[in-house]
């Protein structure tokens, strides 16, 4: 069973920033696409950001020019890196593994293995 060990969220305030981290066995983090997912309450789970084996990266509207998702391969880590925290990104924050050879350029349709979800809360 693939593992991802995700780190801990925190409470912080508007405008403030904070780190994800997510660990991947290295035989899935080397060929595959990697992501967060949020999923607020009442809400739907959504994509906040991905990136690819070979770095190409994709983001929400809703947090473009505010995170930052990058790999680290040396650590089979993902990262997520979050500025200017709005109350609207408070959610539990969820990794994700693509399960399927990516070719370094490809985004998975869905995301076959997951992390235990991370609460995030940003305070107004």
């Known amino acids: 069973q693939v593992q991802l060990v995700e780190s801990r969220g925190g409470l912080v305030q508007a405008g403030g920033s904070l780190r994800l981290s997510c660990a991947a066995p290295g035989s899935i983090f080397r060929i595959n696409a990697m992501a967060w997912y949020r999923q607020a309450p009442g809400k739907e789970r959504e994509l906040v950001a991905a990136?690819?084996?070979?770095?190409?990266?994709k983001y929400a509207d809703s947090v473009k020019g505010r995170f930052t998702i990058s790999r680290d391969s040396a650590k089979n880590t993902v990262f997520l890196r979050m500025n200017g925290l709005v109350p609207e990104d408070t959610a539990v924050y969820y990794c994700?593994?693509?399960?399927?050879?990516?070719?370094?350029?490809?985004?998975?349709?869905?995301?076959?293995?997951w992390g235990q979800g991370t609460q995030v809360t940003v305070s107004s």
């Open positions: 994700a593994a693509g399960g399927r050879f990516d070719y370094g350029w490809q985004f998975p349709a869905k995301y076959d293995y």
């Open positions: 990136i690819t084996s070979g770095g190409i990266t």
